[in-house]
């Protein structure tokens, strides 16, 4: 074989140069595009989240805001409790006595004082589970049910609770009655 010539050497270097370079120019282009390809998929996320919604994360502390809703309404101040629930704070624990010795119980999840809190808010507003939902920091269904067993564990205590009026007799000496005197009446029988 025979020996190559300086000319031919520098031929054969520059080409092996060149071929290096276009390797070496291969592979910038290719992580170039990979490069713009991570740029407008990044891109694309940002405009995507900037038509989204909000997405509001979920509170850990969740079960202290069913606490602090509940103190609010009961352990807060007189003014607020009877605002609230039309009973001061004495008259509702009171109440709750009166539920927990006629059979009210309180839940695994839900003490008597929220139950009878509920109970009364609901009352006192005139309210649907939906509004109630939202003050309580509970279900529809949790709602509903110890509404309900308050409501009967109330009804139980009819005896205790309502007042049996005693009539005003004919010779009242108050002259404030003498506007509702019992007067006889006739009755027609068909």
Known sequence: MAR???????????RKALLAMLCMMTVVNSVLELYLLIMDLIAERDRQRL??????RANPNYYQHQIDALNRLVRHSDK??????RVNRHTFMTLCQLL????????????????????LWIISHHTKNRRTILQFWRSGETI?????????????????????????????????????EVHKCLYVKL
């Open 4 to 14: 190559l010539t300086n000319r031919e050497r520098r031929k054969k270097r520059n």
């Open 100 to 119: 927990t010795e006629n059979g009210l119980e309180p839940s695994r999840n839900v003490t008597i004082v929220e139950k009878v809190a509920i109970f």
């Open 144 to 180: 509903s049910r110890h509404f309900n067993s308050v409501l009967i564990a109330v009804l139980r205590l009819h005896k205790f609770l309502w007042y049996h009026p005693q009539p005003i007799p004919a010779n009242e000496p108050d002259a404030r009655w003498k506007w509702f």
């Open 80 to 85: 607020t409790c009877h605002d609230q629930l």
């Open 51 to 56: 038509h989204q919604k909000p997405h509001l």
